[in-house]
């Protein structure tokens, strides 16, 4: 079972550099849908992802349908929106023989109208105030992925890791 972060359209590079070292960190397999707004080789999504890129495994999609097509049958697939009613939380990630695919949309405009209300049993959101239009995607991106692990108690993760030079010893 491989938990997956997919992004469509991501225009921000220190977005995708960030959300490419919680993949890292996490053994989420990134999913880039095309077009980006950036360059992959910007030096800000660089420096955001530093040393970690050689650890990320990441595909790249032409199109969402293309995304869409090459998903497995099995796998469970959740769309991350504000305009869900379903909250992440609540849902089941136990599930360990099948992926997981956490698709998140654009910084702008999200994902596409279109393809939400075919899909509304799919989309997820995070509680929040109406004082701001959406979290940041790095950080919905953090908060969603380890919500899963937690659930699926961090399976292939340290939970303790002594270093060195530890200011707990």
């Keep these: 079972m491989t938990n997956h972060i997919a ?8 977005n995708t550099g960030n959300i ?10 990134l999913h880039l849908i095309e077009p980006l707004g950036f360059s992959t080789d910007d030096k800000h999504m660089k420096r955001a992802g530093l040393d970690y890129w050689n650890k990320v495994n990441i595909t790249y999609h032409e199109s969402l349908t293309a995304f869409i097509q090459s998903l497995p049958r099995e796998a469970h697939l959740y769309l991350i929106s504000k305009f869900a009613t379903k ?3 609540d849902i089941d ?3 360990t023989t099948t992926d997981h695919y956490f698709l998140f949309g654009k910084e702008t405009t999200g994902l596409p109208e279109k393809f939400m209300r075919a899909n509304p049993e799919k989309a997820l959101r995070m509680p929040m105030s109406d004082n701001v ?6 950080n919905s991106v953090a908060i969603v992925i380890y919500e899963a692990l937690r659930q699926q108690n961090f ?9 060195p030079h530890d200011k707990l010893k």
């Design 87 to 89: 909250t992440y939380s």
């Design 20 to 29: 490419a070292r919680t993949c890292a960190a996490t053994n989420a397999h």
């Design 7 to 14: 992004l469509y359209e991501p225009l921000m590079p220190a």
């Design 93 to 95: 990630y136990t599930d």
């Design 155 to 163: 399976v292939g993760l340290e939970r303790v890791h002594r270093y």
């Design 133 to 138: 239009r959406a979290l940041n995607l790095s």
